[in-house]
């Protein structure tokens, strides 16, 4: 979940470096870091490390900014900032770590998982360990390799070769003033270069402004960067060439651009994200085409179940995938949470399709819960927001969900565009199967294409919505009420509560209230009942007399003009009424505003919750 940033040619490393550390921030925020590789000065001074750490939380670059003045004149340098694993957040855990000789500096993301074994091994032959962390290992590592003689790419690929885990890593050397080395395994790592530079990152956002010239490291191999130039190794040494990456989007869509903060610029977003998700993929007599998928009929028509896995939003917008993939292309579906699925000694086969769904296309349940799927025999489909990542390269096929790059820590709208590519998926399926006939199938098609409409409907009613989060910000335990569809929407809105504001926030079946969680409802709760009209209406209004009997506040998310739910609710959200599997994409976005709003008016910051990351690289 960490940010990495290299850079080796630069004139002035350092604002390379805090540069890529902010477009990086939403990766880990706890504590920041850079290191530089002083050259040698007029005196006869040999080339050395400058090292500076911060552990002032949301502060931290900030506070790097600050020592810009005591920076030694350089050309290359490498910076990070951390999501906590091992270690608190303190100055002495952050990143760079050096070794013991102060000549070599090393950034870490992920697990090294024999950590403890090479750490007593180190300490046994005398190295001094000044960190927590599992990743200073590493630095002693490459400064016992250097000793034997080896240069900084031969004792990168050598130590690479004794680590466990998952890692991306990037090395300074002060011998070596004008080197990166960089490797990796399932954690991702880009390189790049211009005529003059070479970089490292661990996302394109990082380095976009500096070079579109990039590559995606594989596992297990090995970069040495220099200026203008780069070569990739595996662990033996042997040549190979890097993947190009794909960039489809420019450095403007990573910045704010007039929002107070990301994660508003990227709910109003929503509807641009959605347009570019359906566009050419969506036929108003119902055909689907995804160019990108690489599954055939042949292979899509032999499928006889599918499993549909995923996290945190991811999960939600999987749930409402399988409820699609169900009732149109008439298949077994499950939607299951990834971070569970190969623990649970799953039952597949070559007929059975695993849909992983992660925005990143690095989180690492997801990807080793593809992995497994593979290794047991399933059909493989990656749902991500990421050209060329991890999951996109695992799977045996892949859609994209063109969201743009999504920066706030809370998914917002690639999780909106997860929703409604999983409906066009499943629309596919069914036309494959012909279990829709025509006109259903048009009427559905129809129904998607209205919803990027709906969205910038809902948005418009961001005062409204603003004007309830005022009545309940000082709320600390909401129940989230909802049945079928309207479950995974209540889930979604409990979560972005939790994640934003802080509050208890817990959701509910509506028809699981009465075995159990009603006996917590009182005059101070607040319960949210997700009462878009559908099948189960009638139901959902017997719940909502039944908390209204026990004094609980009850606030309704609910069509617009539906005057009988907003009758028997004390506070009302309305949205544009639509097709009700269709629905979650637009009752989400009140939802979201809500969460929003009570976190704002609470002082908390929207784009960087406490203790989360937008990327999970750990398991």
């Known amino acids: 979940m960490c940010g990495i940033i290299g850079v080796t040619g630069a004139d002035v490393p350092l604002d390379v470096l805090l540069g890529g550390l902010r477009l990086l921030e939403y990766r ?5 870091g850079v290191a530089l590789v002083a050259l040698p000065g007029d005196d006869g001074s040999t080339a050395s490390l400058w090292r500076r750490r911060s552990a002032v939380r949301a502060q931290s670059i900030a506070e790097l900014e600050s020592s810009r003045e ?14 906590a694993t091992h270690g608190a957040a303190t100055e002495a855990n ?3 770590h050096t070794d013991c000789s102060g000549e070599v500096a090393v950034v870490h993301n992920g697990i090294i998982e024999n950590h403890r074994k090479l750490a007593a091994r180190l300490v046994a032959a005398g190295h001094l360990l000044a960190s927590e962390t599992d990743s200073e290992v590493v630095a002693h590592l490459v400064e016992d390799e250097l000793a034997l003689g080896a240069g900084l790419a031969e004792a990168a690929r050598r130590v690479a070769g004794e680590l466990q885990g998952d890692f991306a890593i990037a ?8 080197t990166l080395a960089a490797v990796r395994r399932t954690s991702p790592l880009i390189v790049g270069r211009t005529g ?6 661990s996302d394109i956002a990082a380095v976009l402004g500096t070079t579109r010239d990039l590559y995606a490291l594989g596992d297990d191999q090995v970069a040495e960067v220099r200026p203008g130039s780069l070569s990739v190794s595996d662990l033996a040494g042997n040549p190979v060439d890097p993947r190009p990456v794909r960039v489809s989007w420019g450095v403007r869509a990573a910045q704010r651009e007039g929002y107070e903060d990301f994660m508003s610029k990227e709910i109003h977003e929503q509807p641009r994200a959605l347009t570019d998700t359906l566009l050419g993929r969506l036929h108003p007599d119902g055909a689907t085409e995804f160019e990108e998928l690489s599954l055939g009929e042949e292979v899509l028509g032999a499928i006889d179940r599918v499993l549909v896995v995923g996290c945190g939003s991811s999960y939600h917008a999987s ?10 292309a008439k298949l077994p579906a499950t939607a299951e949470i990834a971070s569970e699925f190969r623990y649970e000694d799953p039952v597949l086969d070559g007929r059975s399709l695993v849909i992983a769904v992660s925005q990143s296309g690095e989180t690492a349940d997801t990807y080793h819960a593809l992995r497994e799927a593979r290794r047991r025999g399933a059909t493989t489909l990656a749902v991500t927001n990421v050209v060329d990542s991890l999951m996109a390269r695992e799977a045996d096929g892949v859609l994209y969900t063109r969201a743009g790059p999504e920066i706030g820590v809370a998914s917002t709208k690639c999780h909106v565009s997860q929703l409604v590519l999983l409906q066009a998926f499943a629309l596919h399926l069914a036309r494959l199967r012909s279990t829709l006939d025509a006109d259903e199938a048009s009427r559905l098609a129809t129904g998607l294409a209205a919803l990027p409409e709906l969205v910038a409907r809902a948005l418009g009613k961001s005062e409204q919505y603003g004007a309830v989060a005022a009545r309940i910000v000082e709320a600390n335990d909401v129940f989230f009420l909802g049945r079928n569809v309207g479950y995974t929407i209540a889930q979604e809105g409990a979560l972005k509560l939790k994640e934003l504001a802080y509050v208890r926030a817990e959701a509910y079946a509506a028809g699981e209230m009465k075995h159990g969680p009603i006996s917590l409802i009182d005059r101070n709760a607040v319960a949210l009942v997700v009462v878009t009209r559908g099948a189960l209406l009638e139901k959902l209004l017997a719940n ?10 009850v606030l309704a998310l609910a069509d617009e003009g539906d005057k009988e739910t907003s009758a028997l609710a004390d506070l009302v959200l309305e949205v544009p009424p639509t097709e009700e599997l269709l629905s979650p994409a637009v009752a989400v976005v009140p939802l979201q505003l809500l969460a929003y709003q009570i976190a704002r008016t609470r002082g908390n910051d929207v784009d960087r919750p406490r203790n989360l990351a937008k990327v999970v690289t750990v398991e």
């Not at 004149?73 to 910076?79: E, K, P, S």
């Not at 749930?319 to 149109?328: D, F, P």
Request: glycine share 10%.
């Open 28 to 32: 880990g925020y706890d504590s920041a």
């Open 70 to 83: 005591a920076a030694p004149r350089a050309r290359t340098g490498i910076g990070h900032t951390r999501w």
């Open 94 to 96: 952050a990143h760079p």
């Open 171 to 178: 090395v300074a050397y002060a011998r070596e003033p004008e």
């Open 196 to 201: 003059t530079l070479g970089v490292v990152a």
């Open 319 to 328: 749930q409402v995938g399988r409820l699609a993939i169900e009732r149109w």
């Open 544 to 553: 909502v007399e039944e908390l209204r009997a026990r004094g609980a506040t």
